[in-house]
């Protein structure tokens, strides 16, 4: 979904001189008495929760004193920062995209690890552009996925944001996407073996629904079969309500599907409810809808091998993308006031 991604390709270029990430967090985990840790249906975590983009309160305009505040409160959002970026989006010298840096060095001195995904933006592309893409870019792409690895050695590398939207722009020009992972993967690992390779899948349109989006989508689960064991880890983004107006409506079993293509750990990359209706929809947006989508995700995902769970946004971004649909997904308002689902945040992250 490109008003997402292009979102997050400048949410993550602040114009003023960085400033180093807070750790300090007054709240200490494994607090045994909170009643709202009981309310979650889980006792324990296994895997790494977070929050994607750098998006600052009082974004679209932000006042240093705002970023300021946005690197302090980043580990409160768990132990992961989703760095979702164009993979030659303001390149430095070091051919590494400026985002990337900006992420590394925001959250430089904290607990907060950031994940980096490369993307490249099909509905910016005609048909023909998206065919040759791999062929004119492939090499370069190959370039910058291996200068990121071998300066940060990321925990996790993503080569594609949401790429089964580049697969219904263009299957040929997907056929040299998948080409150009497998020579990548095997690149990024001459440099860091220990960073774990995926790319990145959009589910509802993977599982042929997203109706919300007026676009018809053809199930493509079978994409994932391509990569032929080179996913060390498979990553979604994860958003039902394009087909579900309630979160008591979704099935519990709404990841079975992909099940049926791999046993790799699945990880969240992205996902979300709003607090507020969403206009032309009947999709129930209210701070206590949050709260029960927040519970259906850890049902859903109980039993799951999961490598994380990462919510959209640190704050509003009030940018009217998708005609404000994406305006109110945030755990956080855009003055930055805790919505109601942020302490059943917090509860989480304890554990």
Not at 64 to 91: C, I, Q, R, S
Not at 168 to 174: Q, R, T, Y
Not at 228 to 257: C, E, H, N, R
Not at 320 to 327: K, S, V
Request: charge should be negative; proline fraction near 7%; include cysteine.
């Amino acid at each position: 979904m490109n008003y997402r991604y292009l979102v997050a390709l400048f949410l993550l270029l602040p114009t003023f001189p960085l400033l180093n990430a807070c750790s300090d967090d007054p709240t200490s985990p494994g607090d045994n008495s909170n009643p709202l840790r009981d309310s979650l249906g889980i006792q324990s975590r296994t895997f790494n929760i977070g929050v994607s983009g750098l998006v600052p309160r009082n974004w679209p305009d932000p006042l240093a004193e705002d970023w300021e505040n946005l690197y302090t409160l980043l580990p409160k959002f768990g132990e992961l920062l989703g760095v979702h970026v164009g993979w030659n989006d303001n390149l430095t010298g070091e051919d590494i995209p400026e985002g990337v840096a900006v992420a590394y060095l925001s959250t430089d001195g904290s607990d907060v690890e950031p994940y980096v995904a490369l993307g490249f933006e099909p509905d910016a592309m005609t048909r023909q552009e998206a065919d040759d893409y791999f062929l004119q870019n492939g090499d370069r792409f190959k370039e910058v996925a291996v200068a990121i690895a071998e300066k940060y050695k990321p925990g996790i590398l993503l080569l594609g944001v949401e790429a089964n939207r580049f697969f219904e722009k263009s299957p040929a020009g997907f056929d040299d996407f998948v080409d150009v992972y497998d020579e990548t993967y095997a690149a990024v690992k001459g440099v860091s073996p220990g960073t774990k390779i995926g790319t990145n899948f959009q589910y509802e349109y993977m599982l042929g629904k997203a109706a919300y989006t007026g676009v018809s989508h053809t199930e493509h689960l079978n994409l994932i079969d391509r990569f032929d064991g080179k996913l060390d880890v498979v990553t979604l983004t994860v958003y039902p309500w394009l087909d579900y107006d309630d979160p008591g409506s979704i099935p519990v079993d709404y990841f079975a599907p992909i099940r049926q293509h791999t046993s790799s750990p699945l990880m969240i990359t992205e996902t979300g409810w709003p607090s507020e209706p969403i206009s032309g929809t009947a999709i129930v947006g209210t701070g206590r809808a949050q709260i029960e989508f927040l519970k259906w995700l850890l049902a859903a995902t109980d039993g799951e091998t999961m490598a994380g769970l990462v919510w959209a946004f640190p704050h509003d971004p009030n940018s009217g993308i998708a005609n404000g649909a994406f305006d109110h997904i945030s755990m956080r308002e855009n003055s930055g006031d805790p919505k109601e689902v942020w302490d059943f945040w917090q509860a989480l992250r304890e554990l």
